[in-house]
């Protein structure tokens, strides 16, 4: 027969021939088991609890979560009785109280229902009406009789309790004869007399059950007025034991013993200890207590040492051991399933790609308990015992060998903890702490130790990580451990030392791998799952998987990580950890969410968008290896997280908080995302928005600039190492190699020379000297102070200047050939003093700061968008025109400046053109960004 719901309670008859089933959807039905033909009792409001059925079959009776019991006539499909209010009511059979497992007599002529503290007895000739009820004395507070049956006889009914205590009630007089208790404090859902002997076995909600022997043995059967009178003899019996006051030596008078030791009677005839008196003395029991006699001293006595249970090793995606069919591994790559039984002993081998290999049915005639898999090789490994080591059996697929298979056997009482693969090699560690490698051929390369107790070990192409226990843990945590290495032809730690594996509290580690980048990743069974960055030796939590189930019983069972797609893969279980193997479980894909907290307003949904990107970025960056397909996902993924920068800023300038707006713009990676948040600042009209992102602006150029500077000089130190002469001499002459360094260097970049005799001063033929020929407004304002000792020199009228020994004479347009004797010194001073004091150049600058101060007058437009059109134009000049604002120096503007700039010759214009013409497109775009605008 067929049922549409789930079966909540069976019985049947002695015969066999009768079956009746309460199912979950309100039903009973009456199965013949001779045909299977079924009588369908319907009248439920809820599930039902529990059912029976007499010796004939002819009667059912059935228990409800809607708190009725119903006895049915199977002929007419209809119900004789029914007793409303029985139980409490429920919706569930779990949340139910009390299963209220009903019983009739062996002859069929009684029915015995638990209802709260109370059994009731319904007699078959007065048409199922109450006959007898006996109410259970000595029951606690709350506890309630959950379930009945009879002895062969019909002298005597076994009530259990959910308390976990057995009442034997004698019938019909319905007296109580004795209460044991089962030793455990749990509900009684279950009670089966034997029918020959005085027993009964029982079962518990907790999944105990139990036998209870000599029942009703030796009992006689007193009369009502008897039983009264033995427990007033009992109770007078036990007062005069306790309480005897003579001096009986094989008496003792508990009321003495009490008064010894300071206990009294309250009003409610508790003990306590007597009021006002001293305090209560310390049990010698405690930590610190005090002992009598000479010289007192305390005696500290520890706490008993707390209970801790490490985890033990176990293989990563496989199901628990001791299942005839289950997964030894289900990856990224495959799914090995063993099957263990007596018809049959094979492991059936699954590729996600056929591309990869063809399925595989192999024997598992040894016995294999673990495995490990990748897209070149397969392994499976026995646990061996205390007299037989493990034995690792190895199939290398990917090979065109004709023996592709291999095996190896550890020595004696070397059991096989945990086993894995790479791409051309394979891992175990041992119960000795061993790590052995071998080569994917069976080659064996090398045995290292382990630190300590192995919890998993996984491989993904040349990584191998292992996870061990570092200590003894904390009641409820585990303290862990993980080890990176790298495997090829030898093994080498990542970590020079073992770094603790976080777990959140109260949990332990369920699963890991690496994901599609090489990123190890961890998963403990609170569902946290966490990624590994290497640079950094910082756990991520990626996502919670149990924020993505419904049931608290439910369960991801995890396959992959894929940083390249940004989800986990895995397979949701109901009410279990683990997946069955049959029907084959259908993967499902959860996307990676950082844990941020306030994701559902817009500001907290773009901050989560940006740090799941930006780890990502970081995760398939680090990638060793890096592909077409890696290098599109990764320019997605970028362009992608400067998309929601950007809104991120926009609506920080929108919600007024400019601090936010500057703290969102440091996140940006590059000067153009920096020079469309100022245009868009621009837009809003927030000027002093603009001027801090335009320092950010020119702080990254610079920065950029000296990282580009440093890589030329690493790489052009790099290609003079490698083409030095090994002929040369070992010593040089410095003069001449720092003649041949300032030759080699182009004019822009030599520097000054300050020296009275040799110094070298920038010419411009159109700046006016004075005295000894200094040029007013020179940009070499370092020489100010030789020019002043020049002046005691004396030139004769007819004598040219000459800047240093070896040079030509340097004459400019508008100085006279003979010196002016009227001319004193004084005035040089004043007129570079006012030229300061009027363009405000009081300090040393450089680089763009000091291009946009000399060049600030050239520059068109308003005087917020200033900024952005020189930057613009500073990024098309090439490397020499750069150099020439490296050397800090104050900026040279005004009346001289602007001179130097317009009269100059038509071959700096051309010299323009060509730069202008000839500039790369970037810096054309770059130009017509903000030109445009």
């Known amino acids: 027969p067929s049922f549409t719901a789930d079966v909540t309670a069976l019985s049947c008859s002695p015969g066999g021939d009768l079956v009746v089933a309460g199912c979950g959807d309100f039903s009973v039905k009456v199965i013949k088991t001779s045909d299977f033909s079924t009588v369908d009792l319907a009248g439920h409001a809820a599930p039902v609890l529990s059912v029976d059925l007499v010796k004939d079959g002819d009667v059912v009776a059935s228990s409800s979560c809607d708190g009725s019991v119903k006895v049915w006539s199977v002929a007419t499909k209809s119900a004789l009785k029914t007793l409303p209010n029985i139980l409490p009511k429920s919706n569930d059979v779990p949340n139910s109280s009390s299963t209220c497992s009903l019983r009739f007599s062996k002859c069929g002529q009684w029915l015995a229902v638990p209802t709260e503290q109370k059994v009731v007895v319904l007699g078959r000739s007065s048409n199922w009406e109450q006959a007898k009820e006996v109410k259970i004395v000595g029951l606690g507070s709350g506890e309630m009789v959950t379930s009945t049956d009879w002895d062969s006889e019909g002298e005597f009914i076994l009530a259990g309790t959910n308390k976990g205590n057995l009442c034997l009630v004698s019938y019909p007089d319905m007296s109580l004869v004795t209460t044991v208790h089962s030793g455990r404090k749990h509900n009684i859902c279950s009670l089966l007399w034997h029918p020959s002997r005085n027993e009964a076995i029982f079962a518990d909600m907790g999944g105990h059950w139990g036998l209870v022997e000599e029942l009703g043995s030796g009992v006689d059967k007193p009369a009502a007025g008897d039983s009264a009178k033995a427990s007033n003899e009992d109770v007078e019996d036990m007062e005069a034991l306790f309480n005897d006051d003579d001096d009986d030596e094989n008496s003792f008078s508990i009321s003495k013993t009490v008064a010894e030791t300071g206990y009294v009677k309250d009003e409610e005839g508790n003990l306590a200890y007597g009021s006002g008196g001293p305090t209560r003395p310390e049990s010698a029991l405690s930590m610190a207590s005090t002992v009598e006699g000479e010289g007192k001293r305390e005696v500290y006595r520890p706490p008993p040492p707390v209970k801790v249970r490490l985890q033990p090793a176990f293989q990563s995606g496989a199901s628990p051991a001791g299942l005839s069919n289950r997964f030894l ?296 290896q890096q592909t077409e397909d890696t290098e599109e996902v990764l320019e997605t993924v970028r362009q992608s997280e400067v998309e929601c920068i950007m809104k991120l800023f926009a609506l920080a300038c929108r919600s007024d908080h400019e601090s936010r707006a500057v703290e969102v713009a440091t996140l940006m990676p590059s000067v153009e995302t920096l020079q469309l948040a100022i245009k868009y600042a621009a837009k809003l009209r927030r000027v002093g928005l603009a001027d801090k992102l335009g320092q950010l602006a020119m702080n990254l150029q610079e920065q950029q600039d000296k990282e580009e500077e440093e890589r030329q000089g690493t790489a052009q130190t790099a290609e003079e190492d490698e083409s030095q002469d090994m002929f040369a001499p070992t010593q040089e002459n410095p003069l001449l190699v720092a003649a041949a360094r300032r030759d080699s260097l182009p004019k822009s970049a030599q520097p000054v020379n300050i020296s009275t005799q040799g110094r070298q001063e ?57 010196k002016r004797p009227g001319l004193a010194k004084q005035p040089l001073i004043a007129k570079e003093k006012e030229n300061r004091d009027e363009n405000g150049q009081g300090e040393m600058v450089k680089g763009f700061q000091l291009f946009l101060a000399e060049n600030r007058d050239s520059f068109s437009g308003e005087p917020d968008k200033v900024q952005e059109v020189a930057l613009s134009q500073w990024k098309g000049l090439d490397k020499e025109e750069k150099d020439k604002y490296k050397v800090a120096r104050e900026p040279i503007t005004g009346m001289e400046g602007g001179k130097r700039k317009r009269e100059q010759g038509d071959d700096d214009d051309e010299v323009k053109k060509m730069k202008t013409t000839n500039g790369s497109t970037k810096q054309k775009l770059a130009g017509f960004a903000f030109d445009g605008n």
């Open 329 to 624: 591994v289900y990856n990224s790559v495959g799914i090995i399933k063993s099957h263990d039984s007596d018809q049959e002993n094979s492991l059936d081998v699954e590729f996600h790609d056929i591309a990869v290999h063809h399925a595989l049915h192999l024997s598992n005639s040894e016995g294999a308990t673990m495995a490990a898999m990748s897209n070149k090789l397969l392994a499976t490994a026995t646990t061996g015992n205390d007299v037989e080591g493990g034995k690792l059996m190895v199939n290398y697929f990917s090979s065109g060998d004709v023996n592709r298979e291999w095996s190896v056997v550890m020595e004696e009482e070397e059991e096989i903890r945990g086993v894995a693969v790479g791409e051309k090699w394979v891992a175990v560690v041992t119960s000795k702490n061993h790590l052995r490698i071998f080569t994917a051929g069976g080659l064996q390369r090398e045995v290292v130790m382990v630190t300590g107790p192995l919890v998993t070990m996984v491989g993904e192409g040349d990584r191998l990580m292992v996870v061990t226990h570092s200590g003894h843990p904390l009641p409820g945590q585990q303290a862990l451990c993980y080890t990176l290495f790298t495997v090829s032809t030898s093994i080498r730690p990542l970590n020079t030392a073992p770094l603790p594996l976080p777990l959140a509290p109260d949990s332990d580690l369920y699963w890991a791998g690496f994901s599609d980048s090489t990123t190890p990743c961890t998963a403990d069974t609170a569902g946290w799952v966490r990624a590994l960055d290497q640079t950094t030796s910082l756990w991520h939590p990626v996502i919670n998987t149990r924020d993505h189930v419904r049931g608290k019983s439910d369960f991801h069972y995890i396959m992959s990580v894929s940083h390249m797609e940004g989800v986990l893969r895995g397979v949701l279980c109901k009410g279990a950890k683990y997946p069955p193997t049959i029907p084959r479980p259908l993967p499902t894909a959860l996307p990676l969410e950082i844990p941020l907290t306030s994701t559902s307003t817009e500001k907290g949904g773009l901050e989560q968008t940006i740090l799941n990107l930006a780890l990502q970025s970081k995760f398939v960056s680090a990638s060793p």
């Open 762 to 818: 920038n010419r411009n033929p159109f700046a006016k000297r004075v005295g000894g020929g200094s040029v007013m407004g020179s940009p070499s304002q370092g020489i100010v102070f030789d020019s002043l000792e020049a002046e005691k020199v004396k030139k004769s009228p007819g004598s040219g200047e000459r800047t240093g020994f070896g040079q030509r004479r340097v004459i400019g347009l508008g100085q006279e050939k003979v």
